[in-house]
């Protein structure tokens, strides 16, 4: 499957921004967007990537990083094949880029669960 991410930008602190996820294609097991867990990880320079928000194919349930609880929204738009992080209340430390990726099970935040990942989408706040 093919991850397209986009929606990244400069924000004054304080802002929102929307990210989107774009999938097409299917994973060598057969899957579809439909039944694929998507995720948002993101890496700070100089920073080991880091979990963000996952969202699952079966019920819509939905972790999140502690850091972004209350700020960031992960939802799906199953038909248009497409994953949204509403990021609200920006903090300069927020500043990274941006990856979705996608598994086939259950949500989960670790990186190496996750087998197909997007290009990644710049996301930079200003204080």
């Known amino acids: 499957v093919q991850l397209q991410a986009s929606g990244g930008g400069l924000v004054q602190a304080g802002g929102s921004l929307r990210l989107s996820c774009a999938a097409s294609?299917?994973?060598?097991?057969?899957?579809?967007?439909?039944?694929?867990?998507m995720g948002w990880f993101r890496q700070a320079p100089e920073k080991e990537r880091e979990f963000v928000a996952a969202?699952?194919?079966?019920?819509?349930?939905?972790i999140y990083a502690d850091s972004v609880k209350g700020r960031f929204t992960i939802v799906r738009d199953n038909a248009k094949n497409t994953v949204y992080l509403q990021m609200n209340s920006l903090k300069p430390e927020d500043t990274a880029v941006y990856y979705c990726?996608?598994?086939?099970?259950?949500?989960?935040?670790?990186?190496?669960?996750?087998?197909?990942w997007g290009q990644g989408t710049q996301v930079t706040v200003s204080s």
């Open positions: 294609g299917r994973t060598v097991s057969g899957r579809t967007f439909g039944r694929l867990t």
């Open positions: 969202i699952s194919w079966s019920d819509d349930s939905t």
């Open positions: 990726a996608s598994r086939g099970g259950w949500v989960s935040p670790r990186s190496d669960e996750y087998g197909y």
